[in-house]
């Protein structure tokens, strides 16, 4: 899925892994700037894993389970996908 800048931004807005100040950098990000060099600047910045990066860049939104924001997938198998991610209530990672 080829994006432009618009769509990653919406993208990222959707997936509420951000905070609203994040956000309002993010929507004042310049127009010119390609969805993966932004991609990787909100890496490089802490702002989102890389897989994180990946998947939005791939279109998907579902980073978030339940109070929990999805860092990384770290196996999967016949019986399901095992996540890394951030607690948000307790800010740990779990």
């Given at each position: 899925m080829a994006l432009n800048l618009r769509q990653f931004v919406a993208l990222v807005?959707?997936?509420?892994?951000?905070?609203?100040?994040?956000?309002?950098?993010?929507?004042?990000?310049?127009?010119?700037?390609?969805?993966?060099?932004?991609?990787?600047r909100l890496v490089a910045a802490g702002k989102i894993s890389r897989w994180q990066a990946r998947q939005l860049l791939k279109g998907n939104t579902n980073l978030r389970l339940g109070h929990s924001q999805l860092l990384a997938q770290i196996g999967e198998g016949g019986m399901g996908t095992v996540y890394q991610a951030r607690q948000q209530n307790f800010a740990r990672s779990v």
């Amino acid at each position: 899925m080829a994006l432009n800048l618009r769509q990653f931004v919406a993208l990222v807005e959707s997936s509420d892994i951000l905070s609203v100040d994040d956000l309002a950098q993010l929507r004042s990000a310049n127009d010119n700037l390609d969805p993966v060099e932004l991609a990787k600047r909100l890496v490089a910045a802490g702002k989102i894993s890389r897989w994180q990066a990946r998947q939005l860049l791939k279109g998907n939104t579902n980073l978030r389970l339940g109070h929990s924001q999805l860092l990384a997938q770290i196996g999967e198998g016949g019986m399901g996908t095992v996540y890394q991610a951030r607690q948000q209530n307790f800010a740990r990672s779990v």
